[in-house]
């Protein structure tokens, strides 16, 4: 999804109705007042600047408001971004050690300790070089 004025026509009948919330800030439900539609939405709008948007049941809404349990789909940022770059869409940041690139580059670690400096350079779209600079 995306582009100019879309996001506001397919949105202009969403509320959201439940946040993640701690570490997950991308992560959120909407229900459509149309139709009564609940939607698991990530809002990725620090790097690829995207929405993912999974319908969900009226069973999956209840575990979610009771339990707190959430379809994995889109728990981790890494899971968010790979759905980014595999859109094709990738923005260039100006600042090599933008804040954005740099607070994604501590997220990403910290939900994948072990995750490589080359993974997060594909996730971000940078070099590998950059996402040295990143976590220096
Ligand atoms: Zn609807």
Redesign the pocket.
């Known amino acids: 999804m995306g582009g100019i004025g879309l996001d506001e026509l397919v949105f202009a ?1 969403f509320r959201q109705t439940v946040r993640h919330g701690c570490d997950q800030w991308w992560l959120y439900v909407s229900t ?1 007042l ?2 009564r ?1 609940n939607w698991m939405i990530a809002q990725d709008d620090r790097i690829y600047d995207n929405y993912y948007l999974r319908r969900i049941s009226p069973a999956q809404l209840q575990e979610i408001e009771d339990f707190g349990l959430w379809p994995d789909e889109f728990l981790t940022y890494e899971q968010v971004l790979k759905l980014g770059k595999a859109t094709g869409d990738v923005w260039a940041f100006l600042e090599p050690r933008s804040p954005a690139l740099v607070t994604t580059a501590e997220d990403l670690r910290r939900e994948r300790p072990d995750i490589l400096v080359e993974e997060i350079a594909a996730l971000l779209s940078i070099t590998v070089q950059q996402a040295v600079g990143l976590l220096g």
């Open positions: 009948s459509c149309a139709c539609q």
